[in-house]
């Protein structure tokens, strides 16, 4: 290929955005190539839709959440940037005072646990309430290979759990109508972060949601106190 022409020839300058194998491979070329790893400042989030009764249970949500191996979901990703986090937040910006940390733990006998919480039995392998099985539709835009192997370790480790997920793929344009109009389970979403200047507020305060923001519907008095600080 191109990349491997021009490392060869001493030809290529500059190569953007690497996949895994080259980057590991130009990695262990001394002398002739340097590999630099760039943090993308951006924030791949799956979010539920709160309006939806389904989701309107916090324990449901913590489940779901702690049913999904995010470890090894980042492992799908391209390159090897992905890093785990615990909130929309740039890390290296000035907002992260604290230390950082990694969001929920994959634990699937904790997310058991919530899910009899609120009211789930198990039966036949699958999770049943009011005799309906747990089951939602992830609504996200036609994408690459590697995302579409982000979307199927997710469902992979839904089904493991007793979970059905239905993936739809639409074009841009039909994911912003659907968001728009509210018309979704979950949503997968990439936000970019702009450094320490990061608006947050748009991702889940109140207000937001006359504008066509807060996609899942937080009304969270306190959170919107915190973003406006």
Do not use: C, Y
Not at 51 to 61: E, K
Not at 99 to 120: I, N, S, Y
Not at 207 to 214: E, I, L, P, R, V
Request: charged residues 25%.
């Amino acid at each position: 290929n191109m990349v491997a022409a021009g490392e060869q020839s001493g030809t290529l300058d500059l190569v953007l955005d690497l996949d895994r194998r080259l980057h590991r491979r130009l990695s262990k070329v001394a002398g002739k190539a340097h590999a630099v790893l760039l943090e993308p400042a951006e924030f791949a989030h799956l979010t539920f839709n709160l309006r939806r009764p389904l989701f309107r249970d916090p324990r449901l949500r913590q489940a779901l959440a702690r049913l999904l191996d995010r470890r090894k979901l980042a492992s799908t990703l391209p390159g090897p940037r992905a890093q785990l986090l615990d909130g929309p937040l740039w890390r290296h910006g000035p907002q992260r005072r604290a230390a950082l940390g990694t969001g929920p733990r994959h634990d699937p006998a904790e997310a058991a646990k919530l899910l009899r919480a609120a009211g789930w039995s198990r039966t036949s392998g699958r999770w049943m309430k009011n005799g309906q099985p747990l089951q939602f539709t992830l609504l996200t835009a036609l994408r690459s290979t590697a995302t579409n192997r982000g979307l199927r370790a997710i469902r992979d480790d839904l089904k493991k759990a007793g979970v059905t997920l239905v993936v739809r793929k639409v074009l841009w344009g039909q994911l912003v109508v659907a968001l728009r109009k509210r018309q979704f389970d979950a949503v997968v979403l990439v936000t970019p972060l702009h450094g320490p200047w990061s608006d947050l507020g748009d991702l889940g305060h109140t207000k937001a949601s006359a504008a066509g923001g807060n996609h899942a519907g937080l009304r969270e008095p306190a959170f919107d106190k915190l973003l406006d600080r």
